[in-house]
C-alpha cells in the first residue's frame, strides 16, 4: 500500500464530498487499492476496512486520536490507540458461514459495500435488516429441501446472523474508554471508514492552503505545487 499523491488526495476528496460513507469509503478503497469502484464494492466490508487500514496506517501513522466525552459527566476525552490494537481482518473469517437451525440449514456470505448500498434506501429498519439478510443467502434448505430467502422464519434469520457476526470480531469495532474524572466506563464504536475520510479531508484543506500561498507568493500554478515533494512545498511554506 502506497501513500495517496497530492493530486489524487484533492480528487477523492472532491469525489466524496458529496456522496454517503458506505460510497466515500469504496471510492477512497478504489483509490488507494489502484482498483475499480465497481470491483471494490464486491469485496467484504471487512476486506474493504483492511484497505482503509492500511491507508491510514502509510499516509498518517500508526496510532489514532480522536476526542470523546464522557456520557455521564460531559468531560471531553482525548483518546490515543495503535491501529495494531484493533481485530484484524482476515480473509478466512470472510467466506460462507453455515448454521443449522431446528431442520433449516442455512449459508451465508459476509456482507460486501454493494449489499449496504442496495438496501440504504429502505427507510424501515427491520425491512432494511431483513432484505440486507435476504442479499446475503447463498443457501437454504428445510429438511434437505432448498427455500428462498423469504421463506425463513425470523428466529432462524437472527441465529444465521448471530454466527455470521462471530465469525467476524473485525467487522463492528467498539473501543472501551473510561472518564478519568468521574471513572465512568462506556465504549464508542470506531468506524475506520469515516476516519479516514476526516483524515483526507484535513489533508486536502491543508494542501489547498499550501497551493494558495504558494501560488500567491511564487506565482507556481496548482499542478507545479502539487507535483513538488511534501518536503519541498514544506521548505517553501516556512521560507518568506
Same mark, same amino acid.
Given at each position: 500500500?502506497?501513500?495517496?499523491?497530492?493530486?489524487?488526495?484533492?480528487?477523492?476528496?472532491?469525489?466524496?464530498?458529496?456522496?454517503?460513507?458506505?460510497? @466515500?469509503?469504496?471510492?477512497?478503497? @478504489?483509490?488507494?487499492?489502484?482498483?475499480?469502484?465497481?470491483?471494490?464494492?464486491?469485496?467484504?466490508?471487512?476486506?474493504?476496512?483492511?484497505?482503509?487500514?492500511?491507508?491510514?496506517?502509510?499516509?498518517?501513522?500508526?496510532?489514532?486520536?480522536?476526542?470523546?466525552?464522557?456520557?455521564?459527566?460531559?468531560?471531553?476525552?482525548?483518546?490515543?490507540?495503535?491501529?495494531?490494537?484493533?481485530?484484524?481482518?482476515?480473509?478466512?473469517?470472510?467466506?460462507?458461514?453455515?448454521?443449522?437451525?431446528?431442520?433449516?440449514?442455512?449459508?451465508?456470505?459476509?456482507?460486501?459495500?454493494?449489499?449496504?448500498?442496495?438496501?440504504?434506501?429502505?427507510?424501515?429498519?427491520?425491512?432494511?435488516?431483513?432484505?440486507?439478510?435476504?442479499?446475503?443467502?447463498?443457501?437454504?434448505?428445510?429438511?434437505?429441501?432448498?427455500?428462498?430467502?423469504?421463506?425463513?422464519?425470523?428466529?432462524?434469520?437472527?441465529?444465521?446472523?448471530?454466527?455470521?457476526?462471530?465469525?467476524?470480531?473485525?467487522?463492528?469495532?467498539?473501543?472501551?474508554?473510561?472518564?478519568?474524572?468521574?471513572?465512568?466506563?462506556?465504549?464508542?464504536?470506531?468506524?475506520? @471508514?469515516?476516519?479516514? @475520510?476526516?483524515?483526507?479531508?484535513?489533508?486536502?484543506?491543508?494542501?489547498?492552503?499550501?497551493?494558495?500561498?504558494?501560488?500567491?507568493?511564487?506565482?507556481?500554478?496548482?499542478?507545479?505545487?502539487?507535483?513538488?515533494?511534501?518536503?519541498?512545498?514544506?521548505?517553501?511554506?516556512?521560507?518568506?
Amino acid at each position: 500500500m502506497h501513500a495517496l499523491d497530492a493530486r489524487t488526495v484533492l480528487e477523492v476528496v472532491d469525489r466524496v464530498g458529496s456522496v454517503d460513507p458506505c460510497r @466515500a469509503a469504496v471510492a477512497i478503497a @478504489a483509490a488507494a487499492s489502484h482498483a475499480d469502484e465497481a470491483l471494490v464494492a464486491t469485496l467484504p466490508v471487512a476486506e474493504r476496512d483492511r484497505q482503509l487500514l492500511a491507508l491510514q496506517h502509510v499516509m498518517f501513522g500508526p496510532v489514532v486520536r480522536c476526542v470523546s466525552e464522557c456520557p455521564a459527566c460531559r468531560t471531553s476525552l482525548d483518546v490515543d490507540f495503535r491501529l495494531d490494537d484493533l481485530p484484524q481482518a482476515d480473509a478466512r473469517r470472510h467466506g460462507r458461514v453455515e448454521t443449522s437451525h431446528g431442520a433449516w440449514r442455512v449459508t451465508l456470505r459476509a456482507p460486501a459495500s454493494r449489499d449496504l448500498l442496495a438496501v440504504a434506501m429502505i427507510g424501515d429498519p427491520a425491512a432494511a435488516h431483513r432484505a440486507l439478510f435476504e442479499r446475503l443467502v447463498e443457501e437454504a434448505l428445510l429438511a434437505g429441501e432448498a427455500q428462498t430467502p423469504d421463506r425463513i422464519p425470523a428466529a432462524v434469520a437472527a441465529a444465521a446472523i448471530a454466527r455470521l457476526a462471530a465469525t467476524q470480531p473485525d467487522a463492528d469495532v467498539e473501543v472501551a474508554l473510561q472518564c478519568s474524572d468521574c471513572a465512568h466506563a462506556w465504549s464508542v464504536p470506531f468506524d475506520i @471508514a469515516a476516519y479516514v @475520510a476526516a483524515g483526507l479531508r484535513g489533508h486536502a484543506r491543508e494542501l489547498m492552503d499550501a497551493v494558495h500561498l504558494l501560488a500567491s507568493r511564487y506565482g507556481w500554478s496548482e499542478d507545479q505545487i502539487l507535483a513538488l515533494p511534501p518536503s519541498r512545498r514544506q521548505y517553501y511554506l516556512a521560507h518568506d
